[in-house]
């Protein structure tokens, strides 16, 4: 008899519609998995992790985004299960993963995305780090006016930005913020990240792609009081002038089950409607000669 996968259940136990469908997962398991720990409940000890094959996440982006953070030094394979709205990180919609649970568990498509790791030092002290799926962000905060920013790779000078912000993200990240303010779509596979102004005070200044082992420096030259440092869109933290913002690769790893139904172009496509065809109107004579189809 083959042994059962132990899984742990994450989720945001205020959301009904989550805590709805965990129930009906766990139902439906019964027999199947053995669960550990469910983090409805807040019970999810280092522990437990540890001893954990998958880690199902019921929720939208932001909640697998919080549970990958969580989960990054354990090399826990994430199950998402989409019960957000946009869910372009969660691969599984409740009835898929059941139809597919069998094949998932005994043969599951593990990618392993890269991670940002984030720290701020102020008077030769760390006051902040922590890493980051997506993408980390600087924004330039209340009373919203310009900031510049001096940036250093591998200890050599790149530029100063001056603009509303800045934005560094992961291959996964790039499909988030940073394709907003024009920076491109990256594979998820790909070692690299993405560096995007935001609204630059310079028409000439692009979004560009360095390799994942450079280690980027960013010294705040004039800010607003309300300038700060955000992580994934959750974890915040206030600048100062005197700040020095570290970014590089982190030496853990997001590892998600990929949905062995769809590819990354399938959901660019479905859910960002990614290089679909402009609507055309109805031409009553096709003679014309124009059909673009």
Request: hydrophobic share 45%.
């Amino acid at each position: 008899m083959a042994k059962q996968p132990a899984l742990i259940l994450f989720g945001d136990p205020n959301r009904r519609h989550a805590k709805a469908a965990m129930e009906q997962f766990i139902r439906f398991v019964s027999g199947k998995a053995r669960i550990l720990a469910n983090g409805f409940q807040g019970n999810c000890d280092s522990e437990l992790i540890r001893q954990a094959d998958f880690a199902v996440v019921f929720g939208g982006d932001g909640t697998i985004l919080a549970a990958a953070r969580a989960l990054a030094d354990n090399h826990i394979p994430v199950i998402g299960v989409n019960i957000g709205k946009l869910g372009f990180l969660a691969e599984f919609a409740l009835d898929e993963l059941e139809r597919l649970f069998d094949r998932v568990i005994a043969n599951p498509d593990i990618e392993k995305r890269m991670m940002l790791h984030c720290s701020v030092q102020r008077d030769d002290r760390t006051v902040f780090a922590s890493t980051a799926v997506n993408d980390m962000i600087i924004t330039n905060g209340l009373p919203f006016k310009l900031i510049e920013l001096k940036m250093t790779v591998q200890d050599q000078p790149l530029v100063a930005c001056v603009s509303d912000g800045l934005i560094i993200s992961t291959p996964t990240g790039s499909t988030a913020y940073s394709l907003s303010a024009g920076g491109p779509i990256l594979a998820a596979g790909l070692e690299a990240f993405v560096i995007t102004p935001v609204c630059p005070h310079s028409l000439s200044f692009r979004p560009i792609v360095i390799g994942s082992d450079s280690v980027v420096h960013i010294h705040p030259v004039r800010i607003n009081p309300g300038t700060t440092l955000i992580l994934d869109g959750q974890l915040e933290h206030k600048l100062e002038v005197t700040d020095i913002i570290q970014v590089r690769r982190h030496t853990g790893g997001f590892s998600v089950v990929n949905n062995p139904m769809r590819t990354l172009w399938d959901t660019l496509a479905g859910k960002l409607k990614w290089a679909e065809k402009p609507t055309y109107s109805a031409v009553e004579d096709s003679s014309a000669g124009d059909d673009l189809s």
